[in-house]
């Protein structure tokens, strides 16, 4: 099984603070996502990458960017952290666009 | 724009009892189906993928239909237990590299 693994569980940042969170898989898939969760918002794509080097907005890209320098990592960056961007946050990845998408376990980040 | 629904929005059912979950989609222009599970504070499990040409899905349990031009699917869970207690998410692929999600529905199985 495609296995998706988000380093943090829980993260707790100061705001300002500039915050990554790294996400791998590990079968080789071409596209990745960043998802952030928040009650009463479902789910909402922040920025996806269909390549190495390549990435794309997706519906919510302000006061983030990522990074993919390689095809098994995507990483999402907070430039400056801000109590709005206190959420969970889930990171995708999906060997093409024929196939069904993988979830990691998420990152509960909270911004103080 | 691709709007998903999912109704109800939670249900609880006895042990045994069999679960119906519903997802509803506008555009019928559809890729694919998928269905997760969501426990609380955790990530998203994928339960079925189906595709646009395929009228349903079966793995143990779970059987999950399409019905692409009336734009439903359906979750049939059978003989459900304590375990199967999860939020149930249904997205919709519409495009290249977009998922549009329900809202879920949060299923509470009673021993």
């Known amino acids: 099984d495609v296995k998706v693994t988000q380093s943090s569980r829980y993260l707790v940042k100061r705001t300002g603070e500039k915050v990554f969170l790294e996400c791998v898989q590990d079968m080789d898939h071409e596209n990745m996502f960043w998802y952030r969760q928040d009650p009463g918002l479902g789910l909402r794509l922040i920025y996806f990458?269909?390549?190495?080097?390549?990435?794309e907005k997706g519906d919510i890209p302000e006061g983030y960017s990522v990074s993919r320098e390689k095809k098994e990592r995507f990483s999402l960056i907070l430039e400056s952290a801000s109590t709005n961007q206190t959420s969970m946050y889930l990171c995708a990845s999906r060997l093409d666009y024929n196939y069904g998408y993988t979830f990691g376990s998420g990152t509960r980040l909270t911004v103080v | 724009k691709q709007e998903v629904t999912q109704i109800p929005a939670a249900l609880s059912v006895p042990e045994g009892e069999n679960l119906v979950l519903n997802c509803s989609f506008t555009?019928?222009?559809?890729?694919?189906l998928q269905w997760f599970r969501q426990d609380p504070g955790k990530g998203l499990t994928s339960l079925l993928l189906i595709q646009s040409s395929q009228r349903e899905q079966t793995s143990g349990r779970l059987n999950a239909s399409l019905d692409k031009s009336s734009g439903r699917s359906t979750l049939y869970i059978a003989a459900s237990q304590p375990g199967d207690s999860a939020t149930y998410l249904c997205?919709?692929?519409?495009?290249?590299?977009?998922?549009?999600f329900g809202a879920g529905t949060t299923v509470t199985v009673r021993a």
């Open positions: 997205a919709v692929k519409s495009n290249d590299y977009k998922l549009s």
């Open positions: 555009d019928s222009a559809i890729y694919n």
């Open positions: 990458s269909y390549d190495v080097k390549m990435k």
